[in-house]
Each structure stands twice: as structure tokens, then as C-alpha cells.
């Protein structure tokens, strides 16, 4: 009987499982090219392609709102699906938003402290897959939690880098617009890397509730 009215029922929509993947490798993809940029200088043909990114990861998280709203029955709870596609989202637009300000402020990309920063939030994004990969078998609570923790990890590296940063940046002779500049810079950057701990978490917390 059971097994009857469950073959009624509309199966739980995977397709989430598909867009957060999608939107964990734009992260991946952006913060390569954040990555390049730091190594090599900003350019025209790069903040086209950081545009472009963007653009990708507004359209999956614009997907996922849609079919969560046309979805009856959903593999997770509804909130944590849009939470994850948020998140997702707002890793993709910090780091395009730290691309534009180095062009805006005419900033030295190729900087230590830049490119110190910039190569952590590259590693943390580079975790994004496997841990979103997870949703799909929730039943994988030590992976889940083996992974939040090296993300707290990159997390807390990410924090020193900032702390040491900061200090070195405001006791340099520099003008208190430059120093502001640097300083926004680095912020978009550790804000990028703070959604990155933040999508780990949410995960953690999935497999937790439905394992």
C-alpha cells in the first residue's frame, strides 16, 4: 500500500544537487581567475570574463529559487536550499567584486600580502565540491565533519592573514586613501572566504539533520 501511493507522489528534485555543483565549480572557476589576476595584473579581457561569471552564478541561483518555488516535494529542507544557493552565489559575486575594485583603485595586484590572501581563498574554494557533493548521501557525517573542519582551518589561516595584513598595511607610510583602498580589497577577499566556512557549515548541519 505504501509502496503504491509513494509511485503518486513526485519524486524529491535532485536537479538541486545538479545547480549547487554547477554553482560550486563558478566559484572554482572565478577564484582560478582571481588567482591569475593576482599573478599577472588586472586587464580588460579578464574583468569581462569575471562579468561573465557573475553572470553564470546569478542565473543558477535565479534556477534554483525557480524550482524551488514550482517544487513540491524537495530532497532537503526548503530553507537550506536556498540558504546553499545563496551563499554559493555571494562567494562568486565577493570575489568579482574584489576583481573590480583592483581595477577601480588601480590597485598593485601582484602584492604579498594580495597574493598571500588570494592563494588561501583559492584553496578554500577548491573544497567547495567535495563538500557540496555530500547533499546527495547524507549519511556521510564523519566526511562532512573531516571537511568543515579543514575549512575552519583555511578559515582561521584566512584571519591571521587579514590580522597581520591590516597591521603591516596602517603602519606603512601610506596616504589614508591608499590605505583605505588596500583595505577593501582585503575585505572582499576574506568576505568570499567567510561564505566559503559558511557553505561547510550549512552542509555539516544537512547531513547532521538528515542522517
Same mark, same amino acid.
Given at each position: 500500500?505504501?509502496?503504491? /501511493? $509513494?509511485?503518486? +507522489?513526485?519524486?524529491? =528534485? ?11 565549480? =563558478?566559484?572554482?572557476?572565478?577564484? $582560478? ?12 579581457? @579578464? &574583468?569581462?570574463?569575471?562579468?561573465? /561569471?557573475?553572470?553564470?552564478? #546569478? ?8 524550482? +524551488? ?14 540558504? &546553499?544557493?545563496?551563499? &554559493? =552565489?555571494?562567494?562568486?559575486?565577493? %570575489?568579482?567584486? @574584489? ?22 581563498? $583559492? ?13 546527495? #548521501? ?10 568543515? =573542519? ?13 590580522? /597581520? ?8 607610510? +601610506? &596616504? ?12 572582499? %577577499?576574506?568576505?568570499?572566504? #567567510? ?12 547531513? +547532521? $539533520?538528515?542522517?
Amino acid at each position: 500500500m505504501f509502496g503504491f /501511493l $509513494k509511485k503518486l +507522489l513526485p519524486p524529491a =528534485n535532485e536537479e538541486f544537487f545538479t545547480l549547487f555543483e554547477e554553482a560550486a565549480h =563558478n566559484c572554482t572557476e572565478t577564484a $582560478k581567475l582571481f588567482h591569475r589576476i593576482s599573478e599577472e595584473g588586472i586587464s580588460d579581457a @579578464a &574583468l569581462e570574463e569575471a562579468r561573465l /561569471l557573475k553572470q553564470k552564478s #546569478n542565473a543558477i541561483a535565479k534556477s534554483s529559487i525557480r524550482k +524551488l518555488n514550482s517544487t513540491f516535494i524537495t530532497p532537503i529542507d526548503r530553507e537550506d536550499i536556498q540558504h &546553499l544557493a545563496n551563499l &554559493l =552565489n555571494k562567494i562568486t559575486k565577493r %570575489i568579482v567584486r @574584489a576583481c573590480v575594485h583592483l581595477h577601480l583603485y588601480q590597485v598593485d595586484s601582484t602584492t604579498s600580502n594580495i597574493k598571500l590572501q588570494v592563494t588561501n581563498l $583559492k584553496e578554500a574554494v577548491d573544497e567547495l565540491l567535495p563538500i557540496i557533493r555530500l547533499i546527495r #548521501n547524507t549519511s556521510q557525517v564523519e566526511e562532512a565533519t573531516m571537511l568543515n =573542519n579543514r575549512m575552519k582551518e583555511i578559515e582561521s589561516k584566512g584571519d591571521e592573514i587579514m590580522n /597581520l595584513t591590516m597591521a603591516k598595511l596602517f603602519s606603512q607610510a +601610506l &596616504l589614508p586613501l591608499d590605505a583605505m583602498k588596500y583595505r577593501e580589497i582585503h575585505k572582499d %577577499i576574506e568576505s568570499a572566504l #567567510n561564505c566559503c566556512y559558511d557553505v561547510s557549515d550549512a552542509v555539516l548541519s544537512v547531513v +547532521l $539533520k538528515h542522517s
